[in-house]
Nanobody, 126 residues
Framework: QVQLVESGGGLVQAGGSLRLSCAAS????????MGWFRQAPGKEREFVAA????????AYADSVKGRFTISRDNAKNTVYLQMNSLKPEDTAVYYC???????????????????WGQGTQVTVSS
């Protein structure tokens, strides 16, 4: 069974930075795509960023391009989301997810992800 554990959330002022981590265990992730999604109160869960574990291809939501960077550490089975120039509208619970598709893809579609972490709260104050 796949387990995803997020960490690194917290309270930060607008313009600040945070780095989220997602530690993955339970399977071999070399063919997976790892994604970050977020959900603000009263809103749908939305795509933030994703990276294909094998080839390193990435995708980002337009709202975070140029501010957020997703990366991976194969040796640690960990995916990171570096968040810079944070805005109050980035406030949400951030979820790590894994897509175990048998094809190489970098999906932005929530329904294509098979495993989810418990989430970590990010709060950006103005």
């Amino acid at each position: 069974q796949v387990q995803l554990v997020e960490s690194g959330g917290g309270l930060v002022q607008a313009g600040g930075s945070l780095r989220l981590s997602c530690a993955a265990s339970g399977r071999t992730f070399s063919s997976y795509t790892m994604g970050w999604f977020r959900q603000a109160p009263g809103k749908e869960r939305e795509f933030v960023a994703a990276i294909n574990w094998k080839i390193g291809s990435t995708a980002y939501a337009d709202s975070v391009k140029g501010r957020f960077t997703i990366s991976r550490d194969n040796a640690k089975n960990t995916v990171y989301l570096q968040m810079n120039s944070l805005k109050p509208e980035d406030t949400a619970v951030y979820y790590c997810a894994a897509d175990d598709a048998r094809v190489i893809r970098v999906s932005k579609v929530r329904g294509e992800y098979d495993y989810w972490g418990q989430g970590t709260q990010v709060t950006v104050s103005s």
